[in-house]
């Protein structure tokens, strides 16, 4: 079965290191996405990817950078995290860009920053 | 741009009494509508949606959100909750900005299910 996958599922690092988050999907689906989820705010969008070199920026895109070399993968790299970017952090993909396009969520990664 | 309000953060039932969780939405055109679950410690998976072909939407586990336009309203419900339906529960908004569309979610809702 197709599915998204995130790893770590848990991390716990430092200030001012880099940390980067791995998505990988097997839906063959061009769209892939970046959220936080803070309590009180919902899920909030960061980095977002319609395709093969594509990157665009989200709400919350400060301090964070996303690349996109292929189909099934879009890392998301904190470049030097700060205890503001504790979070879960959710992986997302979309086939197509439709306003009624259903995303696919992955299990998250819970990130601690201390 | 579209928003969406979830009007309770918390809501608490009893097993085999109904499910009422409110969501309000502000768009200037024609909206497309989500509901989203989240299990403990999973990922969000969706419930249902509203695409316009209907008022009336059907989902899993039982779900079933109506589109009201008058009222600017999602609210999605089940006759009879089950103790698997405790979870964490995001309304969303497919917006327009730019030419693409994102999703613009709600604060979301804890629903608790009282044996």
């Known amino acids: 079965d197709a599915e998204i996958t995130q790893s770590p599922r848990h991390k716990i690092t430092e200030t001012g290191r880099q940390v980067t988050l791995a998505c990988h999907q097997t839906?063959?689906?061009?769209?892939m996405f970046w959220y936080r989820q803070d309590l009180g705010h919902g899920l909030r969008l960061i980095h977002y990817?319609?395709?093969?070199?594509?990157?665009n920026k989200g709400e919350v895109s400060d301090g964070y950078s996303v690349s996109r070399s292929n189909t099934e993968d879009l890392p998301l790299t904190l470049e030097s995290a700060a205890s503001s970017q504790t979070s879960v952090y959710f992986c997302?993909?979309?086939?197509?860009?439709?306003?009624?396009?259903?995303?696919?969520f992955g299990p998250g990664t819970r990130l601690t920053v201390l | 741009a579209q928003s969406v309000t979830q009007l309770d953060s918390h809501v608490s039932v009893s097993e085999g009494t109904p499910v009422l969780l409110r969501c309000n939405y502000s768009?200037?055109?024609?909206?497309?509508l989500f509901w989203y679950v989240q299990h403990p410690n999973k990922g969000l998976q969706l419930l249902l949606k509203?695409?316009?072909?209907?008022?009336l939407v059907k989902g899993i586990n039982g779900f079933e959100a109506e589109f009201k336009k008058s009222e600017t309203s999602f609210h999605l419900t089940k006759p009879s909750a089950h103790m698997s339906d405790a979870a964490e529960y995001f309304c969303?908004?497919?917006?327009?900005?730019?030419?693409?569309?994102?999703?613009?979610f709600g604060t979301g809702t804890r629903l608790k299910v009282l044996a």
């Open positions: 990817s319609y395709g093969v070199q594509d990157t």
């Open positions: 839906w063959n689906h061009n769209n």
């Open positions: 969303v908004v497919s917006d327009r900005t730019s030419g693409t569309y994102k999703y613009i």
């Open positions: 997302a993909s979309s086939l197509d860009r439709g306003p009624t396009d259903t995303q696919y």
């Open positions: 509203y695409t316009s072909a209907a008022t």
């Open positions: 768009s200037s055109y024609s909206p497309s």
